[in-house]
């Protein structure tokens, strides 16, 4: 029984030496496995490679892992790259840092250096460097792609975030706040949401700072604006003040503007209302962008007479608030009350006065008819 065990274990060595003669030259610091594997290398060091014709063509690369069948078959000097999957880094020959895991994974790619590709086919026909593929297809377009050289990373298809059957290609689920982003620096458009940007890109949604305008920490909705640079024109502005500007029509059930004395301080009625509203001008004009007819009045008008009402800009009067000028509208209203209760009064009096004259004459007359018919009988 020893000696058939003896025997057995010479046989299994002898096995394996003949396996290993196959598998390729032997140097320093190597790792072959499998016919074929490493067949051709000179050079290179720290190889492991495991697998039919793996590392088949290579001569002086270093530091690779190949394992499948003609995982990096051609590869000649390429060097710290990781292939698992069968013919994963087929064609590879001098690229280098790659890693391509799955079958035919990174198949295509023969120079190219810091890739990654992850899954069936992954990568299958990309050639250059520095890409993140993971897909189980040899699709162009994968379902994460990155690019490592420029910081990005792009979802082909919809992210959820609590959710794992998201609809939107961001759908985000949470009980508490879903959203939070945070900007080290104001240096730029927090947030910037374009359209048809294939074609003329237009910038209609803006948070924070952006190129064309006057002002930061603003939220602006545009219309037509093209990319960073602006142009077009704007919907909506919050500016940094709390105001908020529209350039056309604002229509709603009702608004109820804050009025309530405990956010205000200084408070004292309104003087000279009526000579005041006397200074203004009611127009009829047409707005510029639509051409529609409409009434109110002219701000920079209306700043020279009561700038409290008046909406400003870095230079110019941009718009008035006519719900301010309703106070002063109320007073005018009340004085011009008083000056009409005091004509009426001094109506009242005057008529009086004539009444009670317009007696004396009627009794002075009745007198002189009856002076008249003495006269007459004498």
């Not at 941009?318 to 005091?342: F, H, M, P, R, W």
């Amino acid at each position: 029984m020893k000696t058939k065990s003896i025997m057995f274990l010479v046989v299994l060595m002898f096995s394996a030496y003949a396996v290993n003669a196959q598998a390729g030259h032997e140097t320093d610091e190597n790792t072959w496995y499998g016919l074929n594997a490493g067949n051709l290398t000179m050079t290179g060091t720290n190889n492991t490679f495991i697998g039919y014709a793996s590392g088949n063509q290579n001569t002086s690369g270093s530091s690779n892992a190949f394992l499948g069948a003609y995982a990096g078959n051609i590869n000649t000097t390429g060097h710290d790259n990781a292939f698992l999957g069968y013919e994963a880094g087929s064609f590879n020959t001098t690229g280098y840092s790659n890693t391509f895991i799955g079958g035919y994974a990174g198949f295509s790619n023969d120079t190219g250096n810091g890739n990654v590709f992850i899954g069936y086919y992954a990568g299958y026909n990309e050639t250059t460097s520095n890409k993140l593929y993971i897909d189980n297809s040899d699709t162009a377009t994968p379902l994460i792609y990155g690019e490592f050289d420029n910081n990005i990373v792009a979802v082909n298809g919809n992210l959820g975030i609590g959710t794992k059957v998201p609809v939107r290609p961001l759908h985000v689920v949470g009980d508490q706040a879903v959203f939070r982003m945070d900007r080290p620096s104001n240096t730029a458009a927090f947030m910037l949401v374009r359209t048809d940007v294939s074609g003329n890109p237009m910038k209609t949604f803006v948070v924070g700072t952006n190129a064309s305008a006057s002002n930061t920490g603003e939220f602006v909705i545009n219309d037509l604006g093209t990319a960073v640079s602006g142009g077009g024109s704007r919907r909506m502005t919050i500016a940094t003040d709390g105001s908020v500007n529209f350039p056309g029509a604002v229509t709603g059930a009702s608004f109820t503007p804050t009025s309530s004395a405990a956010f205000k301080a200084n408070i004292r009625t309104y003087e000279n209302a009526l000579e005041t509203v006397k200074k203004l001008r009611g127009v009829r004009f047409d707005w510029k962008d639509n051409g529609k007819p409409s009434v109110g009045l002219i701000a920079e008008e209306v700043d020279k007479v009561i700038p409290e009402v008046v909406a400003h800009n870095d230079k110019d009067a941009t718009g008035v608030n006519y719900d301010s000028l309703v106070g002063v509208l109320v007073e005018a209203v009340k004085e011009q009350q008083g000056l009409i209760q005091a004509q009426k009064e001094t109506v009242a009096q005057q008529q009086k006065t004539i009444s009670a004259l317009s007696e004396k004459v009627t009794e002075l007359e009745r007198m002189l008819i009856m002076s008249n018919a003495v006269s007459k009988a004498d």
